[in-house]
């Protein structure tokens, strides 16, 4: 359960960066970026915290936060999972490649791995069409994924984190 309560530090620098927007509505996309980067996701509380600060309804923000894919309302792991699932994705067989990922991951698309470590989504379009199928994990672009590609992409991101602790 999120609680704005002990994240003093995060509201701090949240705030800061609302008042260099000078608290202006129209900034609202930008405002919301910086706190999913502080937060790691837009719970309702934190949407309701930007709503009061910027002095806009809540359902505005809701609006925004709900409209736009990057925006998650949810924790999310660590490492952001994206297959592509349109149409040249799909063409090329991106079906074998999100089942390699979900059985591998040992999840579904929209959850996330109980380590905290992988979210796996589908999502429309990630724009690489002529690299399909596609796989985007945070901001990396991987192109030409076949099912026997996944293993290696999933091990290496757990070596990272091997090699960081």
Known sequence: MFSLENADQKLKALDAFILEQDAKED????????AQELFGYLPSELQLYVARKLNIP?????GVVSF???FSQEKRG??????????ACFVKGVEKVMHAFSEQLDIKSGNTTPDG???LKDVRCIGA??????????DKVFGH???NDVSRIIDDYKNMEGSEG
């Open 129 to 138: 069409c002529g690299l399909a199928p596609v796989v985007m994990i945070n």
């Open 117 to 119: 470590l992988f979210t």
């Open 145 to 147: 994924v076949t099912e």
């Open 78 to 87: 660590k490492y952001t999972v994206n297959i592509c699932m349109g149409t």
């Open 68 to 70: 736009y894919s990057y």
């Open 27 to 34: 900034a609202l996309i930008s405002i919301l970026h910086k």
């Open 58 to 62: 809540a359902s505005k923000v809701y």
